[in-house]
C-alpha cells in the first residue's frame, strides 16, 4: 500500500515463509539483490529448524540458530540474498543478537571473521509497534570500503527519539545524525566507536554497545580541593544544626546537662 501511495510501480509482493519456503529464486538458487532490508520478528520461536539443518541454499553456513530463537536466520538467509559484488543489507534485530551466546555466539563470530559487519547501531526503546524493547540495526556489505575493513563502526543513538504517549519516534533531525554518524565513520565521545576486529574477539566476539562506547558524563567533575571545601562547609553545617537541636532541647526541658 506504501509503494501505491508513493508512486511505485516496479515492485512484487509474495506472502509466504521467508524461512522456510523462500519466494524468490534465480534459477535453482536463491534471488539476490543489491540491497537487503528487513524488520523481521523479533526472537522467533518455531521459526523453522527442521528443515534448516539440510537446507538447499546454504543459509545455515555459519551455523545453525536455536530453535527458540530466529533472529540469526533472518541474518543468514538475507546474507545469502546479497549479490556477490554490491549487495548490502540493514536488518532490525533486539540487543540480545549483540550478546547472546552459545550457537548465537559461534554464529556471530563466523560472520565477523568475514568482515561483512559495518555497523551496529542502537535505537532507543518502544520505537517499534508490538514490543517496548529497545533495537539495534545491523549493517552489513559485501565489500567494504578499504578504510572499513576489519572494523565495525558502534553506534549508540537509544537517545535520538520524540518521546510519545505510547509509542517513541524517530524524527527526520533523528534520522539525519544517525546517518550523519555511519556516513562520517570515527569515534564521537559518548556516541561512536570505530572497533577492531582484533579488540572484537578479544572481547569473546560481543557486541554490546557499553562495552565500546561510554556514555558522556554530564555532571562536573570536583578537584580534591573543591571537594574538601565542600565537605568543611557541610559539616560546619551540621555541627551548626546539631548546636541549634540541644539549644532547644535544653529550653523545652527535654535535655538535662550534667
Known amino acids: 500500500m506504501n509503494l501505491f501511495l508513493h508512486g511505485a510501480s ?3 509482493v509474495v ?4 524461512l522456510r519456503s523462500p519466494a524468490f529464486f534465480s534459477g535453482d538458487n536463491l534471488a539476490t539483490f543489491d540491497c537487503v532490508i528487513a524488520n523481521p520478528p523479533f526472537s522467533l520461536e518455531k521459526w523453522g529448524d527442521e528443515v534448516w539443518a539440510s537446507d538447499p541454499f546454504g543459509r545455515n553456513f555459519a551455523g545453525m540458530p536455536p530453535a527458540k530463537s530466529g ?3 533472518w541474518v543468514q538467509h538475507m546474507i545469502r540474498s546479497m549479490a556477490p559484488k554490491s549487495g548490502r543489507m540493514a536488518v532490525v534485530l533486539p540487543h540480545g543478537a549483540l ?15 568475514m568482515d561483512m559487519l559495518e555497523a551496529v547501531i542502537g535505537l532507543g526503546p518502544t520505537l517499534f509497534y508490538g514490543t517496548g524493547l529497545a533495537a539495534c540495526i545491523l549493517v552489513m556489505r559485501q565489500r567494504k570500503a578499504k578504510d572499513r575493513k576489519r572494523k565495525v563502526l558502534i553506534v549508540d543513538a537509544s537517545k535520538e527519539f520524540k518521546t510519545g504517549r505510547a509509542q517513541n519516534e524517530l524524527l527526520p533531525e533523528h534520522v539525519e545524525r544517525i546517518h550523519g554518524w555511519y556516513r562520517d565513520y570515527i569515534d564521537v565521545d559518548g556516541i561512536a566507536r570505530v572497533a577492531t576486529l582484533d579488540e572484537i574477539a578479544v572481547n569473546d566476539y560481543n557486541l554490546n554497545i557499553p562495552r565500546y562506547v561510554e556514555p558522556k558524563v554530564e555532571q562536573d567533575v570536583l578537584t580534591v580541593d573543591q571537594a574538601m571545601k565542600r565537605l568543611r562547609r557541610s559539616a560546619e553545617a551540621a555541627f551548626a544544626a546539631e548546636h541549634k537541636l540541644v539549644e532547644i532541647l535544653k529550653r523545652d526541658g527535654l535535655l538535662k546537662v550534667e
Open 10 to 12: 516496479d515492485f512484487q
Open 15 to 18: 506472502r509466504g515463509d521467508t
Open 71 to 73: 533472529d540469526y536466520a
Open 99 to 113: 550478546f547472546r551466546m552459545g550457537k548465537e555466539g559461534e554464529i556471530r563470530r563466523k560472520i565477523l571473521d
